[in-house]
C-alpha cells in the first residue's frame, strides 16, 4: 500500500523548513531581548561598592529581596541601624559582629544626599 501526502502538507512542510531560518532568529531575539532589557536590574551584585561587608551584603541581604532596596535608600549611619534591626524583626537572622559590619559599609556606602 502507498500512502499519498497530500499536496498541502508537502508545501508546509517545504516552506516550515524554508523559513527555519527566520523562526530561528525570532526566537533568539525574543530569547535575548529580556534579558537585556532586565539586565540592571539583575545584576546589583556586582555594582555594590568594594569594601568591607560587601560580602555580607551580598549573602545576607539579598535572601528575602533583592539588592535593589539598598540601591534605592539613602541613609546615615543611625538609619542603617534602625534598618538592619528592622530586617531582624522580619526574621534575619546575624551575628552582632556581622550586623555592625554591614551597617558601617552601608553607611560609608549609601549615605543620604547622593
Ligand atoms: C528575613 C528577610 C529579610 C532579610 C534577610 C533582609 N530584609 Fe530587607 N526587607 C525585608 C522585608 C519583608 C522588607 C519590606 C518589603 C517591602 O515593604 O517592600 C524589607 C525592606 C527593606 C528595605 C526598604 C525599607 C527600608 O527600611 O528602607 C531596605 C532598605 C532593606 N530591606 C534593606 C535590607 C538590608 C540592608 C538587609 C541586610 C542587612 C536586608 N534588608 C535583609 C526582609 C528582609
Known sequence: MKLEI??????L???????NAFFLSLFLIGLI????VSWPQ?????KLPEGE??????ELCGMCHNLQKIFDARKTEK???LSVKDMVSRGMQ??????????KY?????PPGR
Not at 42 to 46: E, I, L
Not at 94 to 103: G, L, M, Q, T, V
Open 6 to 11: 497530500p499536496a498541502s502538507f508537502k508545501l
Open 13 to 19: 512542510r517545504g516552506s516550515f523548513f524554508k523559513h
Open 33 to 36: 531581548l529580556p534579558v537585556r
Open 42 to 46: 539583575v545584576d546589583y551584585k556586582s
Open 53 to 58: 561587608g560587601k560580602q555580607l551584603v551580598i
Open 79 to 81: 538609619e542603617w541601624e
Open 94 to 103: 546575624i551575628f552582632p559582629e556581622d550586623a555592625e559590619e554591614i551597617i
Open 106 to 110: 552601608l553607611a560609608k556606602s549609601f
